[in-house]
């Protein structure tokens, strides 16, 4: 079985682990209404995504 030779120092595994955070979502401004919404995303404010209407605007309460 495969022993390492020496121990990993601290700063080598959290230099490794510096990567594995979460990112942040991402947001884009829509160009039609001007809303926030996650890219590839259908805007659900008007319901229109890549120019096609997908689904009914929704009403604001």
């Not at 991402?26 to 209404?33: H, L, M, N, Q, V």
């Not at 805007?43 to 890549?50: A, H, I």
């Amino acid at each position: 079985m495969a022993v390492p030779k020496s121990k990993k120092s601290k700063s080598r595994t959290r230099m490794r682990r510096a990567h594995d955070r979460l990112d942040m979502n991402t947001y884009i401004e829509d160009a039609t209404s001007g809303e926030l919404r996650r890219p590839h995303h259908i805007d659900l404010k008007t319901g229109v995504y890549r120019g096609r209407q997908i689904l009914e605007p929704s009403e604001e309460i």
